[in-house]
């Protein structure tokens, strides 16, 4: 009889103006972005369950819309974001999660970058130098978060590459 494998951990660690992760003081682990017009924190639990996505709606100036976008609403963004961490006693630092999708923020973690996960379910399948290069990939032991880029990260969850 099979032992079943635990799923496997991915780890992340925050990239600055790009996405924040850490854990509160209830153990949760959280991923934390600006996702105009929200602000979006992740939560996971200590074990690295999916457990909720939580969103607040960005600041803005009187007068304008929410959905309205201008230029400084990227900094402002951030400030809300860092204020809502500091809050929550969010502590940066790396996190550990399972694989996970959220189609609705168009965030997820997958093994392969979405260009070659693309030719495997295609039917004509990845040519001879497209699977060389996926096989150099899964030996360098990478994996890729999707959110709004393509953030290729290693094992101790450091972002090699958008």
Known sequence: M???RPEP???LKGEPEHFVTGRLPSGAQWLMSVVHPHL???EFDAQGNYVRAHA???PCDA???PGEQVPDDWMRGWAALNAWASE???ART???VKQFSLPEYD???QELPPVWQELLESSGGPDEEAREEIENWKKADLFVLVWGNDYEIDQAGNVVST
């Open 2 to 4: 099979e032992k079943n």
């Open 9 to 11: 951990l991915y780890k």
């Open 40 to 42: 979006v924190a992740v």
């Open 56 to 58: 607040r709606a960005m």
């Open 63 to 65: 007068g304008r819309s």
């Open 88 to 90: 929550t006693g969010l």
């Open 94 to 96: 790396t996190i550990a």
């Open 107 to 109: 965030l997820r973690i």
